[in-house]
């Protein structure tokens, strides 16, 4: 791995990891330190005779400042336009080996996890994601790479590449790890208040932040067998393309498995109470906080299993909808909104996937 380190790479890997570069050199090759204690010395081109022998010593001192290994150093370094996400949990490896069921189900539910957020990040949250996923969530998963595996080791690392992603700006990549690490910060959260209260409806709010079934179930396998250990999901940001999210990791707390298993359970059942409504906006509501992008809707309701109402509150799925229903509001535009009836906050209302004007009884749909 070494050999592939190019003086580029590795001076920009210095510049985004707390060393400074000093503005004198050494025999042409380039100082840098780390606050005041530690000095590295990185030629001033590639391909010199000690070259290899430089880039040993400086992945030796990044390892001893960073408590991490070099190979893992290494691959940061000569990856510069790709995400990393890392699972530290009973079933990945240990001392750098895995079990052969561990690493079926560790390397699976990585990728369930991934395509899970994938999907929402591409066509938006649902309760479970049914069906094969779209194309470009499976060109995304057939460009991330796992390791390095190293015999002192014990994490699962998956690296997402940034380039030849030709999803939009930001990429399908990044998009995707965003919502995955909100979406595991909201579930820690979700899971410390079922504990409190016993209730794991707090569970269903944050499907709209992309926490689904899916996903659910591919991070209780990282727990291990029920009820489950602890385990750790971290993130990563590319240098290449810096972020204002910060990197970091989330922690769950043993017996997170047995109810993520929970959830997912619920989430699936929910899923089956899919429901449109049709009428006018009655109520807006958005506070700017964590309750967004509601509207009330006095019309018909048609649901799954045949029952009807006069109306409903409808979340919406985004700012674009809810821009809509101002207009449709204050024009008098009747509108349609289709998704999932869920129980929020105590309240039954239909999460919106689909949102939009009704003209000659076509919608008109966002």
Same mark, same amino acid.
């Given at each position: 791995?070494?050999?592939?380190?190019?003086?580029?790479?590795?001076?920009?890997?210095?510049?985004?990891?707390?060393?400074?570069?000093?503005?004198?050199?050494?025999?042409?090759?380039?100082?840098?330190?780390?606050?005041?204690?530690?000095?590295?010395?990185?030629?001033?081109?590639?391909?010199?005779?000690?070259?290899?022998?430089?880039?040993?010593?400086?992945?030796?001192?990044?390892?001893?400042?960073?408590?991490?290994?070099?190979?893992?150093?290494?691959?940061?370094?000569?990856?510069?336009?790709? &995400?990393?996400?890392?699972?530290?949990?009973?079933?990945?490896?240990?001392?750098?080996?895995?079990?052969?069921?561990?690493?079926?189900?560790?390397?699976?539910?990585?990728?369930?996890?991934?395509?899970?957020?994938?999907?929402?990040?591409?066509?938006?949250?649902?309760?479970?994601?049914?069906?094969?996923?779209?194309?470009?969530?499976?060109?995304?998963?057939?460009?991330?790479?796992?390791?390095?595996?190293?015999?002192?080791?014990?994490?699962?690392?998956?690296?997402?590449?940034?380039?030849?992603? +030709?999803?939009?700006?930001?990429?399908?990549?990044?998009?995707?790890?965003? #919502?995955?690490?909100?979406?595991?910060? #909201?579930?820690?959260?979700?899971?410390?208040?079922?504990?409190?209260?016993?209730?794991?409806?707090?569970?269903?709010?944050?499907?709209?932040?992309?926490?689904?079934?899916?996903?659910?179930?591919?991070?209780?396998?990282?727990?291990?067998?029920?009820?489950?250990?602890?385990?750790?999901?971290?993130?990563?940001?590319?240098?290449?393309?810096?972020?204002?999210?910060?990197?970091?990791?989330?922690?769950?707390?043993?017996?997170?498995?047995?109810?993520?298993?929970?959830?997912?359970?619920?989430?699936?059942?929910?899923?089956?109470?899919?429901?449109?409504?049709?009428?006018?906006?009655?109520? #807006?509501?958005?506070?700017?906080?964590?309750?967004?992008?509601?509207?009330?809707?006095?019309?018909?309701?048609?649901?799954?299993?045949?029952?009807?109402?006069?109306?409903?509150?409808?979340?919406?799925? &985004?700012?674009?909808?809810?821009?809509?229903?101002?207009?449709?509001?204050?024009?008098?535009?009747?509108?349609?909104?289709?998704?999932?009836?869920?129980?929020?906050?105590?309240?039954?209302?239909?999460?919106?996937?689909?949102?939009?004007?009704?003209?000659?009884?076509?919608?008109? +749909?966002?």
């Amino acid at each position: 791995m070494t050999a592939n380190l190019s003086v580029a790479d590795i001076n920009s890997y210095l510049a985004v990891t707390g060393w400074t570069r000093q503005p004198e050199q050494w025999r042409g090759a380039a100082v840098w330190v780390h606050e005041g204690d530690h000095e590295i010395l990185v030629p001033g081109a590639d391909g010199l005779g000690d070259g290899p022998r430089r880039v040993r010593e400086i992945l030796a001192l990044l390892a001893k400042v960073e408590g991490r290994s070099r190979e893992d150093i290494a691959s940061d370094i000569g990856a510069p336009m790709a &995400d990393v996400q890392w699972y530290r949990a009973p079933i990945v490896p240990l001392d750098g080996q895995f079990g052969l069921l561990d690493a079926v189900t560790a390397l699976t539910s990585a990728q369930a996890a991934l395509s899970a957020a994938a999907r929402a990040a591409l066509s938006g949250s649902r309760p479970v994601f049914d069906g094969v996923a779209p194309r470009q969530v499976r060109e995304l998963l057939a460009r991330v790479r796992i390791g390095p595996i190293v015999p002192s080791g014990d994490l699962l690392t998956v690296r997402v590449p940034l380039d030849g992603d +030709e999803s939009g700006d930001p990429p399908l990549a990044r998009r995707t790890l965003i #919502l995955l690490r909100r979406a595991t910060v #909201l579930l820690r959260e979700a899971g410390a208040e079922a504990r409190r209260t016993g209730d794991i409806s707090a569970f269903d709010g944050i499907v709209r932040d992309g926490a689904s079934a899916d996903l659910c179930l591919a991070l209780a396998r990282f727990a291990g067998r029920d009820p489950g250990s602890r385990f750790e999901v971290g993130f990563r940001w590319a240098r290449g393309l810096p972020s204002d999210v910060p990197a970091g990791k989330v922690v769950f707390e043993a017996e997170t498995g047995t109810l993520l298993r929970r959830v997912a359970h619920r989430l699936r059942r929910l899923h089956r109470e899919s429901a449109s409504v049709t009428g006018l906006i009655g109520t #807006l509501f958005d506070n700017g906080g964590e309750d967004r992008f509601r509207v009330h809707v006095r019309g018909v309701v048609s649901i799954g299993d045949g029952e009807a109402r006069g109306s409903t509150w409808v979340r919406l799925p &985004d700012e674009t909808a809810y821009d809509l229903a101002v207009e449709a509001h204050r024009n008098g535009n009747p509108v349609r909104a289709r998704g999932t009836l869920m129980e929020v906050h105590g309240r039954r209302e239909l999460a919106a996937t689909s949102f939009g004007r009704v003209t000659d009884d076509r919608s008109e +749909e966002t």
